[in-house]
């Protein structure tokens, strides 16, 4: 589940659109190449990206979606040699990279001991999500790709309940057990939570953008599909935070001091 570019072709430089903005310095359709897209499928401006208006490409990661369309569901042949596939290639991309995001969750939800209660039904939710992503082109285009996330939802969202309780119950004080709940969606678009405790909070799709976070701690916080562009995590701790993927780390603020998860990177363009 980690992008490898070398084997993809390109695939998120043309299925997806962007439009002009902080993150895109140019309109493009879907299914139109970027400007910047090379003919060996490699981006020509990848070392001055942020600075040449691209910053949207610095924080997306398709999770290794790109290479399994590529190589496995088109069996290695490129949208430009085989242009009878192409529509069909840049339609199932999105639908394997929510299926690989999907395969993210439920992979580190195996590795949270408060919810090995559900270990064998998360197990089977992946065995059947790994199954799907295998699937030759034209099912995946049929698949009820929402009913089948929908399911997989409820598993994580037990897992999480899980794994929050178990951090709350191993707080010292009954009043840091009782702290506001923030609730999915919460909206905290420029918070000023500075050194907040947030341990075992539910801040799942939470719009945290440009929210500061600047040594908060958010141990066993739930992060699933939290909102954290440009969010300042300098000195925050997240080393237990749950459900949190690279791009979101990607598109925040942070530095050497920032505690991450040992499956996340600190990127390349935080301050040293």
Known sequence: MQADCENCFGLCCVALPFAVSADFANDKNAGEPCPNLQPD???????????QGFRG???????????????????????????????????????MWQLHELLWYLTEALTFQPARSIHNDIR??????????????????????AAHR??????????????????????????????????RGADLIGAKLRGADLRAANLR?????????????????????ADLRDADLRGADLR?????????????KGDIQTKLPPSINHPMHWQA
């Open 41 to 51: 499928f490699r981006c020509g401006i990848h070392q001055s990206l942020r600075q």
């Open 57 to 95: 490409c610095t924080v997306y990661d398709c999770l290794g979606a790109g290479q399994k369309v590529s190589q496995v569901t088109f069996g290695g042949r490129d949208w430009r040699q085989n242009e009878a596939a192409a529509k069909a290639m840049f339609e199932v991309f999105p639908l």
């Open 124 to 145: 089977a939710a992946l065995e059947e999500t790994e199954r799907l992503a295998c699937l030759d082109a034209d099912t995946l285009l049929k698949l009820d790709a």
């Open 150 to 183: 929908a399911e997989v939802n409820m598993l994580l969202l037990q897992a999480s309940e899980l794994v929050r309780a178990a951090a709350l119950q191993s707080l010292k004080s009954p009043a840091a057990r009782r702290r506001k709940a923030f609730g």
């Open 205 to 225: 799709g939470a719009y945290l953008i440009a929210a500061d976070l600047r040594g908060a701690d958010l141990r066993a916080a739930d992060l699933i599909g």
């Open 240 to 252: 237990d935070s749950i459900f949190l993927t690279q791009a979101q780390i990607n598109s925040a």
